[in-house]
Every structure is written in structure tokens, then in C-alpha cells.
């Protein structure tokens, strides 16, 4: 089992960037698929970005994106410090939601919340027009 603890949100204005960190606790982290979605209240949990369990630190490995944040976020992961990393630029309104952790072991990336095991407990992200 693994246990995931999101930081890094906070209030940002338009145009800024954050970056959201999601450390891991329990072993074999490197054989976790890990993931990233949000949930703006009101709306259902949607789908941020993903990267793969063959990622490594040096390597790109497998990553996914939702069209709404590819090309302003990116999605990385230090397996030494057991750790996924959520970099996101030109932030928007809409990109306000809290944004939660989530891991699946030793199975591919997938979009779908309800394939993951793992979650945390979300941070939340608010940024300002």
C-alpha cells in the first residue's frame, strides 16, 4: 500500500504558476502509475495528467495529459525522494479545483479515477482573474 500527501497549492493570479508535489509513503513507488486529477465544486473529478511506472529520474517516460492543461503543465516524478510533481504555468480561472494524488500499482496510465487505489487528501488550487 502506498499513502499520498499533496502540498503546494494556494492562491495564484492568472498567468502565475504552481508547483504541487505528492509524496509517497510505503515502498515500490517506482512501480506505481501516479496521476493527478482536479474537482471544482459542482463538477466531477476530472482527469489532469499521468506518467507512467517505467518513469525514472532521468528518463521521460510514459506520460498522459488532459487537453485542458497540455502545454502548460507537466508531470514528473522522483522516485528516489518517492515523490510526483505537478509543474503548471499560464494558469487560468478554470484551472481552480482541488487537486488530488492518485497511484495504481504496476498498471498502465489511465484517465478514469475509478481505476486508481490510492488517493490523498487534495490541496487546493485557487487562482484569481
Known amino acids: 500500500q502506498v499513502q499520498l500527501v499533496e502540498s503546494g497549492g494556494g492562491l495564484v493570479q492568472a498567468g502565475g504558476s504552481l508547483r504541487l508535489s505528492c509524496a509517497a509513503s510505503?515502498?515500490?513507488?517506482?512501480?506505481?502509475?501516479m496521476a493527478w486529477f482536479r474537482q471544482a465544486p459542482g463538477k466531477e473529478r476530472e482527469f489532469v495528467a499521468a506518467?507512467?511506472?517505467?518513469?525514472?529520474?532521468?528518463?521521460?517516460?510514459?506520460?498522459d495529459y488532459s487537453d485542458s492543461v497540455k502545454g502548460r503543465s507537466t508531470i514528473s516524478r522522483d522516485n528516489a525522494k518517492n515523490t510526483v510533481y505537478l509543474q503548471m504555468r499560464s494558469l487560468k480561472p478554470e484551472d481552480t479545483a482541488v487537486y488530488y494524488c492518485?497511484?495504481?500499482?504496476?498498471?498502465?496510465?489511465?484517465?478514469?479515477?475509478?481505476?486508481?487505489?490510492?488517493w490523498g487528501q487534495g490541496t487546493q488550487v485557487t487562482v484569481s482573474s
Open positions: 492518485a497511484g495504481r500499482y504496476e498498471k498502465i496510465i489511465t484517465a478514469k479515477p475509478y481505476e486508481y487505489d490510492y
Open positions: 510505503g515502498r515500490a513507488f517506482s512501480r506505481y502509475t
Open positions: 506518467i507512467g511506472l517505467n518513469a525514472g529520474n532521468w528518463n521521460a517516460g510514459n506520460t
